[in-house]
C-alpha cells in the first residue's frame, strides 16, 4: 500500500495508542478516537461514558464530526446500563426509540447498532467507548 493512502485510510493500531497516550482531556479521546476509527471502520458516532460515584456517569461524543456537548446521567437510564453487569465487548442492536438527540450532521438520524466496549483502570471497569453507526451491517469478530 502506498505510503499517502495510508494515511488517508486512518492511522495504524500502534499510532493511534500513540495518539491517545498524548491526549489529556476527555474531549481529546473522543476525537482522536473518531478521527483514527472513522475512516477505517465507518462509525458515525464515537460515544465516551465515564462512570462516577453514587450511579452516575457523564458521556461526551463525537456525532459526524462534530462534538457533541456533555452530558450527564443516571446510569439506571442507559441504553448500555445491562453491559456494565456483564462487562465484555459486544455488538448491540439499537433500538431508535430511546435515543438521545445529536446536532449537528448527526441531528435526527438513528443509530442502528453499536458495538460496547469496557474500559477498565486496574482491573476495574471505569467507563466504556461506544462505537456507532447509522448505517445496519454485520461486524466482523476482528473489528
Known sequence: MH?????????TPAALVHELGSCFTEADIAQVLYRGLQPLFGYDVVNLH??????WYHSLSMDSGVLQ???????????????????RTVVIPLDPKPQEISKGPGAG??????????????????????????RSRRVPATE
Do not use: C, M
Not at 78 to 83: A, L, M, W
Open 69 to 87: 456537548d456533555l452530558r450527564r446521567r443516571p446510569l439506571s437510564g442507559s441504553v448500555f446500563v445491562k453491559q456494565y453487569a456483564n462487562p
Open 50 to 55: 465515564v462512570l462516577e460515584r453514587e450511579g
Open 109 to 134: 438520524r438513528e443509530t442502528k447498532f453499536a458495538i460496547w466496549v469496557p474500559i477498565e483502570h486496574q482491573g476495574e471497569v471505569i467507563g466504556s467507548v461506544i462505537y456507532q453507526g447509522y
Open 3 to 11: 505510503k499517502s493512502h495510508a494515511a488517508a485510510v486512518g492511522p
